[in-house]
């Protein structure tokens, strides 16, 4: 009788043919951080205000033009293990601050890129990781004590600008005036008294055409659709909002009717018409002057609204529906019934206006503060109004930050070398070698101050010997003047270029975990993908599928 012998012997034999196994510093932790900073590489450059975009082609061939880290992430399906882990940090940052998403990856990277020379000198990553852990406190400690400014009143829209603004420069640099000036104004008009500001209530609807500074802000809704009926203005509008179509009701049961006179046949559709337009007396008589429906108007009902000089809107999307009743103050009614007083919603103007070629519908609340603005974004493209969007976005979730803490600190790279500065001191002050580990944090710090005076063409070493020397002196506000081509620096406080405290408070701990998890890393084991083999993507077509 044959022994069946094992094809590979160790750990392998303990798996499914075809499963991979890699351990010990060489095979998993060097691969690990040689895909890690590769992936960091790539989004580097994209990083600030002069940062390179990328042409994105997704899973279903869609093409993306950005500069936004976060964008580049959720399109790219990236396999690697570890690299998986940084966007897994970037992607928390996200959904914390919605911002400094290339951060946590530039800078996890910059540890990892570090954390190579450490292992090659021969410290084990037990001792990097616990250093990292070391400066990161020392870091946290330090930062606020960097705050130079902060938004004590969030209403003010002088105060707001200064602290939005450079999220909209990185990614919108020349256009970062008028944008921040119309998201400021989008976010304090929808800020309610008392509770936290929501993302949700600032929208953008885009729409071709026109350039961007034709772009405006507009209190209440926009829907890129026309009216059903004939009647395109109301002013004073108490609207009435259904998620049913507006038609005549099927019956449940289906039941037989015998007619035998002509007399009988008039009557019969008579009545089913009759049933209708007292359905549409009553809703006009409730005082409602538009409604608003989730699903199709029957002819026969839109000539009754158009009789009753009522003004018919259709939204296809329940979620606009919703939004729509939060901004005029509706309650969306499941059946065609009257509403009362409380259901019906209020808007001072709704009108059909004409920008471009497209049609838009605009539901227009003046007062004093509206539950929901829209951003109304014009441009050549799709891809440049999905860029503005991006920045939009960038700047609505700094608004949030904002409410949440008003503090900033100094950006353009000032903040890092100040906390590089001090962190490097503090590593020197320590025993053992977890020392190595705190100074080469300190250098991962550098590390945007070099990507940014990359993505300018300026040299890096002067650049940063320029900081360190005005830093020494105890100018901490000081950072890299992108606007020179020269390598100057600039005081970031009167330049009012500003980042979040929260936001690099964030950064800094997501993107050190990041790190740290994957240098924790001795062994990749991956199972056998499920399925079988992939059809061949080159074969001929049949006649039949031509």
Known sequence: MALHIPKAPGFAQMLKDGARHFSGLEEAVFRNISACKQFAETVRTAYGPNGMNKIIINHIEKLFVTNDAATIIKELEVEHPAAKLMIMASEMQEKEIGDGTNFVIIFSGALLEAAEDLLRMGLTPTEIVEGYEKALSKALEILPTLVCYEVKDIKNEAEVKKGIKTAIMSKQYGNEDFLTEIITKACVSVLPEITSFNVDNVRVCKILGSGLFNSQVVQGMVFKRNVEGDITKKTGAKIAVF??????????????????????????????????????????ESGADVIVAGAKFGDMALHYVNKYKMMAVRLNSKFDLRRLCKAVNATALPRLTPPNKEELGYADTVCVDELGDTSVVIFRVEAKESRISTIVVRGSTDNYMDDIERAIDDGVNTFKGLSKDGRLVPGAG???????????????????????????????????????????????????SKLYAAHQEGKINYGFDIQDDRGAIIDAKEAEIFDLYLTVMWGLKFATNAACTILKVDQIIMAKRAGGPKAPSNRPKNDEED
Do not use: H, W
């Not at 005549?248 to 002509?262: N, S």
């Not at 977890?434 to 300018?456: C, G, H, I, R």
């Open 414 to 464: 000032a903040v890092e070398i100040e906390l590089a500065r001090q962190v490097s001191s503090y590593g020197e002050t320590l025993p053992g070698l977890d020392q190595y580990a705190v100074t080469k944090f300190a250098t991962a710090l550098e590390s945007f101050v070099k990507t940014l005076s990359d993505n300018t063409g300026v040299k890096f070493n002067e650049v940063i």
């Open 243 to 284: 998620t049913c179509a507006v038609d005549i009701t099927q019956t449940e049961t289906k039941g037989t009717v015998l007619i035998k006179t002509a007399e009988e046949l008039m009557n019969f559709s008579r009545g089913e018409e009759s049933l209708l337009e007292e359905q549409i007396k009553a809703i006009a």
